[in-house]
C-alpha cells in the first residue's frame, strides 16, 4: 500500500450550509470533489494522528463510494482507528452517540438529510466534532477556506474493506472497525426511557405505525420498536435503507408522509403514529386524526420530561429556534428554567448543551432533541412519546388539548416557497429589511407591530455573533411573522414564511389552522409582496 499526493484545484462552491456540503451527486461525483472537501476537513483539524474517526452515512446512492474514498485518506492522514457504520451506515444521531461514547476526534456524516436521493438527488458531506456535534461555524468556514485553496490531496491506494462484515479491518497503519451501526444508540435509549414501560404498554394491545420513509431510520426503529420493545412485527413500515429512499421524499411532516397520514386518518388507525428523515434526525407525531406540530412536541415533552428516568431530574433549560412557536417558553416560564432563541441550525445548540444550560432542545422543522448527544434525534423523540404515553394511558390528542388547556395555544404554520429564483427571492428580503425601521406602530390588519428586526443572536457561552438570521415582524398581541431563506436547498432559494398566533381561550383551540392563521397570512404578503416578487400565487409546500 502507497500514500499518494494527488495534485487538485479548487472546486468553487464548496461552502457548508446549515447542515454541511450539500450538492447533486453528479457534483459529488466529480473526480477530486469528494477528496478535495475532505482534505480541507482534515487540513483544517491538523494532526490526526493516533486519533479516532466515526464515519457513516444514510445510505442514499453515492454513499458506499464516498465511505471507502474517505476510509483511504483517513489511512492517509494518520489517523489511528475509523469505526464505521455496517455497509456504511449510520443515522446522524447515531454518529454522535458513537463520537462521543468512545472519545473520538470526530465523525464525517454522509447525507444531505431530507433531501431527495438517487443518481439524480443531493448528496452531503459534513464533519462533527468532538462533543458529536456539528462543527461550529468558526470550523466550517477554516475548511471552506482550504478548499479555495488546495493544491492536492492524500490517499491510500490500499484495497477496498468489507463493509458488509463486522470486525477488524487495516487500510495503511489504519484500523477500520466495521461496526453494528444500532447498538451503541439502542443502549443510550435503554438509559433514558422506561422500556420496562413502553414494553408493557405494547403488550397490553397499543398499536403504532413508524415510517422509515425507506431511509436510514428502518434498522434503527425495528430493532428498538420490534425487537426491544415488543411492537408487533410490521409496526415499522418502509424499513429498509434504500439507495433512492424508494422513492420517498424522506422529510416527515404531513405532505411528504402521506402514507402514515392516510392511516392514521383510516378507520383503523393505530394508537400513534411517527416518522423520521433520510439521516434519521427529525421525527413528526401523529395521533390519530391528529397530528402535533414540532412546536407543540418540544413543549409538550418539555412539560412532561419527568415522566422518562434520564430526565426525571428536571430540566436546566429549553432551547429553541427563533422561528420555533413560543410554546416552549410557556412551559419554561412555569418550570422556572431559562428559555434560549437561537437562530435555525441544530449547531448553535451545542454550546448551551456542552455548558449545561439547556437540557431540551427543538425547532419548528421536525427537530427534536436532549443533551444525551449533539444533534437532533428522531427515533429519541418518538421513544419519549412513548414513554409519554405508556405513563399517562392518555392517547395524544387529549395531552395535546390538555396541554393547549394549561399552558393556551400557539397556532403555527409554515409556508415554503420552494425553489424561486434566488436573485428575487434576496430581493424580496433585502425589501423588508429596509421597511423594518419604520414598522413599529404601524397597523396591518388586525394587528399593530410592536417592534420588527432581523434576528441576531450571541451565543451566551462562547459570544459568536450571528447576524441576519430572519426578519421578524412581531406584533402587539404577540404574534408574529417570520421570514427567512432557507440554508439547506439545492434548487434556486427557499423562502420560508413562519406564522404564529397565541390564543389563551380553550374556547378558540379548535379551528382549523390555515383558517385560524388567515390574518396573519394576508399581512405577510402585504409587507412582503410574495406573489409579485416571486410569481407564486401560494406557497408549494405548508406545514
Ligand atoms: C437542517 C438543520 C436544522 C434546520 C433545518 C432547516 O435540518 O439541521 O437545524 O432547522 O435544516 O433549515 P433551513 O435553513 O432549510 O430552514
Ligand atoms: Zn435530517
Not at 447515531?94 to 464525517?108: E, M, Q
Not at 403504532?208 to 412485527?233: H, K, N, R, W
Not at 407525531?285 to 434520564?310: E, H, M, Q
Not at 434548487?491 to 380553550?506: C, I, M
Amino acid at each position: 500500500m502507497t500514500i499518494l499526493t494527488v495534485a487538485s484545484t479548487p472546486f468553487p462552491g464548496q461552502r457548508p450550509g446549515t447542515s454541511g456540503l450539500r450538492k447533486k451527486v453528479t457534483v459529488f461525483r466529480q473526480v477530486g470533489y469528494l477528496e478535495n472537501f475532505v482534505q480541507s476537513v482534515f487540513d483544517t483539524l491538523g494532526d490526526c494522528s493516533g486519533k479516532t474517526l466515526v464515519l457513516g452515512g444514510d445510505g442514499r446512492f453515492h454513499n458506499r463510494a464516498a465511505v471507502h474514498t474517505i476510509l483511504r485518506m483517513a489511512a492517509a492522514h494518520g489517523f489511528a482507528k475509523t469505526l464505521v457504520g455496517q455497509g456504511g451506515i449510520l443515522s446522524t444521531p447515531a454518529v454522535s452517540c458513537v463520537i462521543r461514547k468512545h472519545g473520538a476526534l470526530g465523525g464525517i456524516v454522509l447525507s444531505a438529510s431530507h433531501n431527495p436521493g438517487g443518481p439524480d438527488g443531493d448528496f452531503g458531506i459534513k464533519y462533527n466534532i468532538g462533543n458529536g456535534g456539528p462543527a461550529p461555524e468558526q470550523v466550517t468556514e477554516a475548511i471552506y477556506r482550504h478548499t479555495e485553496s488546495i493544491t492536492r490531496y492524500r490517499i491510500s491506494d490500499g484495497a477496498d474493506v468489507n463493509l458488509n462484515r463486522l470486525g477488524a479491518d487495516r487500510i495503511e497503519q489504519m484500523q477500520v472497525e466495521v461496526i453494528d451501526p444500532v447498538s451503541d444508540y439502542a443502549g443510550l435509549m435503554q438509559d433514558l426511557f422506561d422500556f420496562d414501560a413502553i414494553r408493557a404498554l405494547f403488550a397490553g394491545g397499543f398499536r403504532m405505525c413508524f415510517d422509515g420513509m425507506g431511509a436510514v431510520s428502518g434498522p434503527y426503529a425495528t430493532t428498538i420498536l420490534e425487537g426491544m420493545l415488543g411492537a408487533p412485527a410490521g409496526s415499522v413500515i418502509n424499513g429498509v435503507p434504500l439507495e433512492d429512499f424508494g422513492g420517498h421524499h424522506p422529510d416527515p411532516n404531513p405532505v411528504n408522509a402521506a402514507e402514515l397520514i392516510a392511516l392514521m386518518a383510516g378507520a383503523d388507525a393505530p394508537d400513534f403514529g411517527a416518522a423520521s428523515d433520510g439521516d434519521g434526525d427529525r421525527n413528526m407525531i401523529v395521533g390519530r386524526r391528529f397530528d402535533v406540530t414540532p412546536s407543540d412536541s418540544l413543549a409538550i415533552l418539555a412539560a412532561n420530561a419527568g415522566v422518562a428516568p434520564g430526565y426525571r431530574a428536571g430540566l436546566k433549560g429549553i432551547a429553541r429556534s427563533m422561528p420555533t412557536s413560543r410554546a416552549a417558553d410557556r412551559v419554561a416560564a412555569a418550570l422556572g428554567v431559562p428559555c434560549y432563541e437561537t437562530p435555525t441550525g441544530w449547531k448553535f445548540f451545542g454550546t448551551l448543551l456542552d455548558a449545561g444550560k439547556a437540557t431540551l432542545c427543538g425547532e419548528e422543522s421536525y427537530g427534536t432533541g436532549s443533551d444525551h448527544i449533539r444533534e437532533k434525534d428522531g427515533l429519541w423523540a418518538v421513544l419519549f412519546w412513548l414513554n409519554l404515553l405508556a405513563a399517562t394511558g392518555k392517547p395524544v390528542r387529549q395531552l395535546v388539548e390538555e396541554h393547549w388547556a394549561r399552558f393556551g395555544r400557539n397556532y403555527y404554520s409554515r409556508h415554503d416557497y420552494e425553489a424561486i429564483d434566488s436573485a428575487a427571492a434576496n430581493a424580496l428580503m433585502a425589501a423588508l429589511r429596509e421597511r423594518l425601521a419604520g414598522l413599529a406602530g404601524q397597523t396591518l390588519g388586525a394587528y399593530t407591530v410592536d417592534f420588527a428586526d432581523d434576528f441576531a443572536y450571541t451565543d451566551p457561552v462562547d459570544g459568536a455573533v450571528s447576524t441576519q438570521q430572519g426578519v421578524r415582524v412581531v406584533m402587539r398581541d404577540g404574534s408574529r411573522v417570520v421570514f427567512r431563506l432557507s440554508g439547506t436547498g439545492t434548487d434556486g432559494a427557499t423562502l420560508r414564511v413562519y406564522l404564529e398566533r397565541y390564543e389563551a381561550d380553550p374556547a378558540q383551540h379548535h379551528l382549523p389552522t390555515q383558517q385560524a392563521l388567515a390574518g396573519l397570512v394576508a399581512v405577510a404578503e402585504q409587507l412582503a409582496g410574495i406573489a409579485a416578487r416571486t410569481g407564486r400565487a401560494s406557497p408549494s409546500v405548508i406545514t
